[in-house]
């Protein structure tokens, strides 16, 4: 049935309970609303927005056919449309077109387009599941929204639109969509690797719910809408352990794709890519507004997606202060802020997650001062193209709609509290090849993967800061590295959040950690030419926190400001650069740095006379490569959506160049570079009469030298470099820590504020041997072996004796004496595990045994008189000469820890069975929690990787203890027995003579009242 306008608009929260709807008349007028809608700055936000960006949408009407434009699906526009002329707070102004004029430009392109589709007998769009479903969706929603005002024609033909898209999809069964030019989710099976088909299951689900939202309830259509739904987010060894019930069906029985990684990331075009990650809440925002507007529940597989809260989790890891994940690999869909509303409010408003209400509130601040940069009215504008706008203007109105769902909108977190609970490291495996941290202060990630290879910082989770589609701290010209490695430290199994990575060049080396403080440091053995570089965006756009159109930079030369407003160069997007009018029939660019290792690739370049005109369109183009997709005569072709790449083998020629043959000499003053994200950092403008002799324009950017190895960056970071006598530069859009030919550098990098940067800069840093670099940065050791033979015994000399580190330790008159072993290649990070108040004596050794154990010794010559911190635990320490004494801290879990299975993921994840807490609670070393096994009784810990077990240890609450079993598992699907306890004690000591990656404890019969696992431990 369809929902009549009293039905949607009081689902909506438009109508009060008093309304008396007008007869339809040919005349539009609006609805006599009894009330006001509820204080939501968010959905204020939307309005207004959706407001300004109807401005785009009325130049799409096509005067000759009647309609907005069908180019991209722009026709489905009318969506933003109908959200706005069902509200009484329409505003011309805003919008710059009367309300009559969008009603009559709206409801004529329903009804073109409703019979232009194949599903209502038309040819022109439709039925296609990739990607004409998902703009049926958006279309049949508007005509549901303007239903009183559509013909019976029109009305009959988007019911069979509806309906027929589902019966199409249903009859699909598992099989590829024949015209869909191959798009398919791989039937059953899915898959995660190269490209995830969460999406693609997304889609077939979505294709679905229209119709079975609008129509009659089909118990078929509602178990294949389920089906694909479940599955989007299918990750066998999770699914196989789950037996909680969704739609009446259990996620055992039901699941058998794979669309996820075993880390919870998913993958797109061969990397991780958080973009597609999020259309699991994309594609069932899409699908959940319509049951919401047919007065329907919203199927329970909605509300409660499997493994959702762990790819959310991976989300917020990502998690940047603009409500937007980072892009740490593909950087397409950079800032397309009019993509990423809709997720963040089905997140916050149908589910109800503070989190996520938290990040979409920092999205939509931020979405009318990026909507009114250039260029203006675009909600999805730094792709390089405008194909998304309407799918942004789409699910920017169903975010709307969501919050006028709601009593009351979801009240977020605070920031801090957002990144207090995001914080973690998580290293995503080999196959991923991404290792990050998140921390209060900062993110930071290193990408491994080939084609892929960059280091990431992002202080203070400013998302318009770093620029992180070119490389931090690598050299521009690096390639990828002939081998890696990269490790996670996690707080609960090693007693500090942390990373390293090491990166190996021929016979040169990069050691990249990341910190809990959110500092990071970088050393080298000097890769490259210009290294430890961080790209800045340096744009004008009032509103956005930090983007003024100028940088400025502390250092000891003093304070400089510069200038990066009205395309400053050098920080991607659109550069325009203007010189003094010259004469010249050849322009070209040629780079010196690119931002990434894809090279260089134009949309468009002008060349600009006086007057600003582009003399450029039409002309002749030449480049030192292109290409077969991308030619030259693209970028001069006046077609924006049009580009010109490098060729693919010329990806890391820096000096690549693009000119343009104006026909004959003419007068010159400036150009217009507008970039695809493959972007010059560093090149220069050159003019010619000949093609043979050429003369500088325009340097891009201008760079200035600094000294005293510092620098703040606005305020928001800092840089301090050691062991170089190379100078820092920096430019309007960027800086350079180590500036010229490639030779040793250690690099730290700050992101919180007030420090003593000077001081930081004159510190003496540990003192290593050859092969060894190290920082003590936060008071964390970072140390990383840059060469091809692994150390053993070697000795460290940290500068300080206020801090104790794991293993032995020996006051000497410079220091501590700190012994090191380490791998070839490879990076470490130690936390501090004590704190030394006093002066200890030449001599006095501390031999920290973990977190909460340390020896002291006094030399033979003299006592010993300190005190001792670990925490709120402290304890003077008094030794006469040569004597010893034991600490032991009392309580709390000791790290690093021997328990294999502390801290790592369990199943089931997400949802619970009823009756069931979370089994993490087992593995969480808290005292205070326990998992509840519920009727279903069975948990597993995933190891990780296959291990040896020698042991199991399982503490209980009081309380009954049922029989239990342990099963074991390499595969996450055949789990074998292993053991059994008929009458498990309150502490169960279970010895095991077995390999595995996933354990399983099973516990039969359980009841309310019966005991509670505190604790899950295992032992090789």
Known sequence: MPMSRRRFLAFSGVLGAAVTLPPRSSVAV??????PPKADPVADAYHRVLHLHTRWVEKQWDQASGAYSAADFRFASVLGNAVLLTDRRYD????????DTLRAHTVATIKRFAGTNRLAGGDGWGRQLFWDSTFELYFLLAARLLWRDLDVRTRTRVAAI??????????????????????SPNGAAGGWEGDSKLAEMGVYAQAIAPGLAWGKDDAALRERFSYWASNASGLPAADRANLARLDGLLVKERNRAQNLHDTFVVEHDDAVDPHHQAELWRTAGRAAIHFLAAGKPVPEVLLHQPNGEQLWRTLRLLGSDAGEPVMPMVTSRYHLYGRDVLPLAYLAQVLGDRDAARAEADLAVRLEPYLRHDPEFRLAKFGGEDASEPEARAELAIAYLFHRSRAHPTVPV??????ARASGTRDFGADVGLTVQQTPAAFAAAATKTGFVNLHWQPRHDNWLVDMRAAAFLPASTRNPGETWTRAWDRLRDGVDATATVLTFGDNYAGYATLPTGTVVYASTGIGTDEGPLALFNLDMPGVPGLTGRRTFTSSTGTLTLDGSGGGGGNGDVDELRFEPRTARYVRMRGDAAANQYGYSLWTFSVLDDAGADLAQGALPAASSSDVSFPASNATDGNPETRWTVDREEYGRQDAWFAVDLGSPVTVAGVRLFWESAYGTKYVIQTSVDAVGWSDAAAVPSAHELSGGWVDIDGRAALVTHGTDRTITVTATGVIAATGPASPVLIEGYAHTGLDLPALARRRIPRTPPGLRASDADGYLSLFNLSADPVRGATVTIPSTRLLYLGSQVVR?????????QPAATGRVEPPRFKVTGKPPIGTRFDVTNSHRVTVTAPHSEPVAVTLTSGTW????????GRSRTLVVPGGPI??????????????TSPLPVGMTSPAYAVDAKQQTSWRPGP???????????????AIRLNWTRGPRPPIRIERSTDGVSYPTVARVRKPARHTEIPLATSARYLALVVDGWRPGDAELVEFAAYG
Do not use: C, I, K
């Open 30 to 35: 609006p609805d006599p609303l009894q009330s």
């Open 92 to 99: 011309a102004a805003l919008a710059g077109v009367g309300r």
């Open 162 to 183: 509806g309906s027929g898209q589902a019966a199409y999809a249903f009859g699909l069964a598992y099989g590829n969509d024949p015209l869909s030019a191959g798009s």
């Open 414 to 419: 605070t920031s801090a509290e957002f990144f």
């Open 813 to 821: 008159r410079d220091g501590l004496a700190w012994p090191v072993t």
């Open 874 to 881: 402290s304890a003077p320490v008094r030794l006469a000469a």
């Open 895 to 908: 790290t690093p820890a021997a328990d294999l299975a502390r801290g790592r993921t369990t199943f089931p």
């Open 936 to 950: 279903t009784g069975r948990m597993v810990v995933d190891l990780g990787t296959v291990e040896t077990v020698s």
